[in-house]
């Protein structure tokens, strides 16, 4: 039952997928393509349509690293545009991983939140680099951004209010990914919110090595 509530906010989610983010693109597009004659605007509606097709053809719960990095380019794709030169973002996912199944936008749904709270507001260049690698205890991903940062309280009240059923109507993808993490990992996953004002936000994702088949849809599937 709690699986399926928690699916469900995925759905809901995914059925958002930030109605702002989606009226910030599009204003962009049309602010360069007045600007620049309709230059530049070919790839980013590709992507744009690419994201929408992907998340209505998304069945499985359970989806690769890769085809979870192919989705987060597609967005990083697009943030990219907004932000022009003052955005760069580097994908750093090792090629043993990439088979690796995770619950899907897991990752995607961290670099949103890195994107909307950490680096909307700021004028300096802004950067998000992602990572996937294995470590001496399985599955570990991470997630940083140059932003805004998050204050200590918010930070305590954020990490205290991962596991509450609270509506808020607060960090629901964050505690969405917590939620969905810990179930399907029966537990064991890893997951850990660090930041310093005004300097970097960093999220790590801790997957346990000894989810391996994931035959039975509890646990990630590294085939080897």
């Not at 699916?7 to 958002?16: G, H, N, T, V």
């Not at 943030?79 to 990752?107: G, H, T, W």
């Not at 991470?142 to 940062?149: A, F, H, I, R, W």
Request: with cysteine.
């Amino acid at each position: 039952m709690e699986l399926e509530r928690v699916r469900a906010e995925l759905k809901y989610l995914e059925s958002q997928v930030d109605p702002h983010f989606l009226f910030n693109t599009l204003n962009a597009i049309l602010v360069i393509c007045k600007k620049y004659k309709y230059e530049q605007v070919t790839d980013v509606i590709r992507n744009l349509a690419l994201i929408m097709r992907r998340l209505l053809s998304w069945k499985d719960d359970l989806i690769t690293v890769e085809e979870e990095v192919s989705f987060i380019e597609m967005y990083l794709q697009i943030e990219k545009f907004r932000f022009q030169n003052r955005f760069s973002y580097v994908l750093d996912i090792a090629p043993e991983v990439l088979n690796c199944r995770i619950p899907k936008m897991s990752i995607q749904a961290l670099v949103e939140n890195s994107c909307k709270h950490g680096l909307q507001s700021v004028k300096w260049a802004r950067e998000i680099h992602v990572s996937a690698s294995r470590n001496d205890t399985g599955l570990q991903i991470v997630v940083t951004d140059n932003g805004k940062g998050i204050e200590k309280e918010k930070l305590e009240w954020i990490k205290s209010h991962l596991e509450t059923e609270e509506d808020t109507g607060q960090n629901v993808g964050l505690r969405n990914v917590y939620k969905r993490l810990m179930l399907y990992y029966n537990g064991r996953a890893g997951f850990s919110i660090e930041s310093t004002e005004y300097e970097r936000t960093v999220i790590t994702i801790q997957i346990p090595g000894e989810f391996e088949s994931g035959s039975d849809g509890g646990g990630s599937s590294c085939i080897k």
